[in-house]
């Protein structure tokens, strides 16, 4: 199964015990506003098409690792991972 | 009896019992915060009318399956069948 | 009497009886949450002025019948008809 | 007198008596939503001024008889009669 | 003093009193909904500045008597008169 | 130390004692609903970027004496001095 | 680690004694109604992408200490320091 999210949506891989051992630091403290979540993207969508009917591509692409609002997009279980749909707006930053 | 959504809307079939027939292991939980839906779509509206009057189409088409919100749209019984009317921006993802 | 209905807007006579004998089929169910309502175009405005100055015209005509938003628009008794004036936006599909 | 309304305003003189005597069935009930009202139009604003500075004038003239929304606008007497100046998107349709 | 408002804003010199006496027969009841005003203009800025830099002037001059909307704009006593400074948005009709 | 505001925004040194001595005779009543202030401008921001990139100024400098909402914008306390930082979009006028 | 912020994002190292050290005098008051704080940009994003695909870059640069609002923004501790990823709209000037 693959999912091709629409237009500005990527779909992520939600890995929150990735956040202490990979990225060598970066702590995430309960207290945070909007509770960001670190994932890696699974899926990209074309972008947005503008009103002359072009498509404008996103600045990710799969494999990115990225924090994102926790309270942004759709969360589901598929094949027994963690996977969210969500908007590029809700994307904060890539993680390198 | 044939549906011809207007602008950016399609008309979609609901098939709920989909997820874990023909999906292969897509679950959503009944915690999901907007209640994502799986369906066939069976109509396509033309898309956008952008301001010099051209139509920009949407890229979808019938018979994609495709992932969306519940509360998004209105639902109807049409001969026999639960059919919903959507926005575009309503659909999260296409699923291949 | 003749309703020119401004803008983007279109004149609708009101067919709930018409949902179940000419339709084939489509029912409503009373559940539904933004209560469509099925009628029939009787007056289309011409279309919104872009800002230039030009006319994008509608893609609905007169004799169209159209699933609309319970909703939307206003509603009122013209010669014994009911008839609701009604925004391209709160048209959901054309049944053909 | 005379009213000159900004924009894209016209000023209609109120005849809510116009609706049975003159155009000949349209009843409005008591219970419509928006409370609709009959009038005639007795001036025109220029239109919206676009980016470029130029004027894209009304759809609208002085004489015609108009269905609005009751809650639109602001309502004045003057020189005896009950005038509303209201903003085009407040119009529904002109009546013929 | 002077005062030089700013994009689309102008200084008005409220003139209740004028209503009665030069406007000749204006009448604004009690009642009114936005509670209208009357004024004459003193000052009018240049107008809004278009995304390439061009300003799009005003449509109003110095000593324009206008209706306005009561609850628009700020009020000061300026040498012992009431000026209000007001957007564009809020003045309703020239009188003439 | 120098403050750049950032696209639109200015930095004004707030001066309400400046009212009376030298702007001869304005009075803001303490019932003014936005709490309108003077001060003078001591930074100014580039302007805003339009979408091909292209800075568009403000029209206002250094020196200006402004009325400006109470509302709009923050304050600080710099150097002894009462600054805000403030949207053009809540600058009323320029006093000359 | 290195972090990307998306579009019109940047990352801000919040350095709050940085106030009266640095910066030389100046104090945000506990009252101020939008609590700013003070930090040094650590990471600044692309800029947004206008609609034909073009990239328009920020006024910003690494190094630049910025006031911006504290309301504005999520905040991270990552390897130790407070970090805020955080639009360009919330921050408020560049301090020199």
Avoid: C, H, W
């Amino acid at each position: 199964m693959k999912l091709k999210p629409l237009d500005e949506r990527v779909a992520i891989e939600v890995k929150e015990d990735l956040v202490e051992k990979n990225v060598g630091g970066i702590i995430i403290p309960d207290t945070a506003k909007e509770k960001p979540q670190i994932g890696e993207i699974i899926a990209v969508g074309p972008g947005r098409t503008n009103d002359e009917g072009k498509v404008i591509p996103l600045p990710l692409k799969i494999g990115d690792r990225v924090i994102f609002s926790k309270y942004g997009g759709d969360e589901f279980d598929i094949e027994g991972k963690k996977i969210k749909i969500i908007s590029r707006s809700d994307i904060l930053a890539i993680i390198e």
